[in-house]
């Protein structure tokens, strides 16, 4: 869902980066579910989707026919990949590589230490012992920050990991942004809100930052533009902040 949060677009990136490249791609989503517009995008790409009841009850099956044709697989999120390695190895023998998206036994970490909530030591535990599998049973652990990379490597010197860009770009912006600068104006944040810490982000800069950028430029408009902000987000909405919701790439464009 390219257009709904980051770590899809992410996703989206690479597909159609390595179809560029020349690759035979297969799509193989969890859920196994025809979600539009993006399996016909997909498909009209030239990707082969793996989808539909018959597929969700025997993938296996289907990935033992077709495994000798698979070099490559990029697997996408710990407790998505888990329950895949095993029958990888077993019917393919594919180089696995996994794109993480975000550390987030270190991220259940950091907030732990910030709130002191019990409830997630629980979690850092679970996604660590998750996250841990993948990284023992693929080839190489891609992150898109440099300091999760450090982190994994203190924790796990032998570790093939790497930090990986979360998008690529096949030509630069058309403007330059110095020749149109005259035009803009105001402040836009662009995040999913299904991801908690972009809702802790959004309230954070309203409550601390804002007021202070508001007393030097009174004028300034804010716009909040992401996918499901929850109430607390909707809130924020007021003269001079703007809080959207979903919007489409055309209007993301547009901001």
Known sequence: HYDKDAGSRTIWSYLEFVLDEGFSVKFLGDNFYPHEPYLTEMQQKGIEVIYGAWYAAHWEKWLEQVGAQIDYVLLSRAHISIRYLGPLRQHTKAKLLFYGHDLTSRSKEREYNLTGNCASLEAINKWRQMEETVFQNVDVSYYPSGDEILYLKERHPLLVAKALPPYVFKRPAKENYAS??????????????IHPPNIDAMLWFVGKVWPEIHIRFPQLHLTIAGSNPPPEILQLAGDLIAVTGYVSDEKLTEL
């Not at 149109?180 to 995040?191: I, N």
Request: without cysteine.
């Open 180 to 193: 149109t600068q005259s035009s803009r104006s105001g402040l836009l944040f662009v995040g999913g809100f």
